[in-house]
């Protein structure tokens, strides 16, 4: 029952690709389906612990930077993390929830490149960001989440280094899509990101 939920809202959802199936959702609790040996991480359980850490920042930083960017009519600036199951790298989200696949997890080099991952989707909530807009305002909505997701990631403690070389490593891939109207292409965010980054300390990038 809650997998159709789940599968049903997926289909509502604003995200850049469509996820094959979630297996968990929920307030950053372990995912029943977790295939956990006994003493290991397994892939939903990282999300949820990184995306524990991305999600107390946003909500410090709520806190502390009212009205903005503190969503509109949002008690909370904490979201829950839905965990699609997929061998592919995937993320989205919509307006309450972030969405990550396992798959992202096996594609990042480290916590602060996966706590990035999770820090964009989060900017596209805290910003409200809208599918239902031009393809230009989309650009722009991606560099200002990559700018929060920056935010983010520093006040969680990690690395903010980690936001430019993970799009350079996506851009290397070859995974992710490059044509797609409504992104900017992901080697001119890295430029963007990492022009940012070098103008200013990541504490003060706000
Ligand atoms: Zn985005």
Redesign the pocket.
Known sequence: MVRLLWAALALLVCG?QTPSGFVSSGNFSAPATANAVSGFETDAERILRVGNRVMQAAEAHCANAKPDPAPIDRGSCRFPIAIADSSAAFASSNTERVRVSTGFVRFVMSDAELAFVIA??TG?ILRNHSVSVSSERRQE??LE?DRIGVVLLARAGYDPRAAASLLQRMTNSGLFAQSDPS?PALAYRTRVLRDAMNRTEPAAVE
Do not use: L
Request: some cysteine.
């Open positions: 850049c964009h989707e596209h909505q991606e989440a992104h």
